[in-house]
């Protein structure tokens, strides 16, 4: 007998995808502009609690990868993608892969009534829980050495590199006995900020001195659940990186349409417009990969792992080269402070290192492919 043929591919947003697209864009509108992320990274909280209240509980985003026994949504990766973009569009300060992606896949691994407990916690958007895992951290590496547990689930070591752990209530710790959720003011736990590049996703070191915590699972199970985490992040953060290159293409049309030199709008220069179209045809490939991996994500397609590694090795360099572009077009006011546009290169490079860098899945893309090694 035959096997089953596969889903086919849709590159499409659905009508529901696009109804929830307006939803975020408004918010992020009305609460997140410009202006407002500039301000908020220059103060001592980076993240904007009071918009991801409303983003996470009013609208419900928090709780899309939640199936709705546990409280959530019932939604999947493509809507969740749609989020992302959004999110990317605006370089919003808040936790959402981190929290809303990689944590609630790590706790959906873990199937056991304590992880059940937390996603509905998370679900709710009344709490922010954050992997305790460098952000390097890639699909298909080897996973970090765990933290020592000296017994009844006391644990102690350092992570660094941690994404969002300065706003996170639990973290998710991997301990040579399994997985444990540790809240984040426990006795024994401290968050050491450290200078990012990308001030709207702030990077901590967590340090663990005896730390108390919940076993959510054994080792083997804490591992396989962090690989299908990593999975999801990498292919869902092709998302992100696609509305970094679409806000950086739109902003510098309209720029160039409206900034005159010689008599004539900049954008009427046929250098400017090779440029531009290049520009283009990176953010319309970027489009269709990252909704391939989202796709494949959500449908769990058998070749969703080669899918994921695509989508990052193209979009990574993508929202990086339309970043850049963004800068140099602007001219003079694109390298100030004032203007936004730095905000989208540092997320942009940012990104590029997080959940593995576009050589790594290159490399992920050889394997699947089993091309012999250069």
Not at 277 to 298: C, E, G, I, N
Not at 306 to 323: D, I, N, P
Not at 331 to 339: A, C, L, P, V
Request: hydrophobic letters at 50%.
């Amino acid at each position: 007998m035959s096997s089953p043929a596969a889903a086919p591919l849709d590159l499409l947003y659905s009508e529901t995808e696009e109804e929830l697209r307006t939803a975020v864009r408004s918010l992020l509108a009305a609460r997140c502009d410009s202006a407002a992320v500039l301000a908020r990274i220059e103060g001592a909280e980076p993240h904007d609690p009071e918009l991801w209240r409303v983003l996470a509980a009013g609208i419900g985003t928090a709780g899309l990868l939640v199936p709705e026994k546990l409280g959530g949504q019932g939604a999947g990766h493509r809507e969740a993608a749609v989020v992302l973009e959004e999110l990317g569009r605006a370089a919003a300060p808040v936790p959402y892969l981190t929290s809303a992606v990689l944590a609630t896949e790590i706790l959906l691994g873990c199937e056991s009534a304590e992880s059940a407990d937390l996603l509905r916690e998370l679900a709710a958007g009344s709490r922010v829980c954050v992997p305790a895992l460098p952000l390097t951290l890639a699909p298909g590496a080897p996973l970090p050495a765990p933290v020592r547990d000296s017994g009844a689930g006391s644990l102690s070591g350092s992570v660094g590199s941690v994404a969002d752990a300065v706003c996170a209530d639990v973290l998710l710790v991997l301990a040579d006995t399994g997985l444990y959720a540790v809240p984040a003011d426990a006795a024994g736990v401290s968050r050491t900020p450290l200078v990012a590049l990308d001030l709207t996703r702030p990077l901590a070191t967590v340090h663990l001195d005896g730390a108390a915590g919940t076993r959510l699972a054994d080792p083997a199970t804490a591992r396989a659940a962090i690989a299908g985490a990593l999975l999801s992040g990498a292919g869902l953060l092709a998302s992100e990186q696609l509305g970094i290159a679409e806000w950086c293409l739109t902003e510098t049309v309209a720029y160039l349409r409206t900034r005159h030199q010689f008599n004539r709008p900049l954008g009427s220069f046929q250098a400017i417009k090779h440029r531009l179209a290049r520009l283009w045809l990176d953010v319309a490939s970027a489009r269709a990969a990252a909704r391939a991996a989202a796709d494949a994500l959500a449908t769990g397609a058998a070749d969703a792992p080669l899918t994921v590694a695509v989508a990052q090795a193209y979009c990574s360099g993508v929202a990086v080269r339309a970043a850049e572009e963004c800068v140099q077009l602007h001219g003079g006011i694109g390298m100030t402070w004032e203007h936004p546009a730095h905000l989208y290169l540092k997320r942009a490079k940012a990104d590029s290192l997080a959940l593995g860098t576009a050589g790594h899945h290159r490399g992920l893309v050889a394997d699947f492919a089993e091309l012999p090694a250069p």
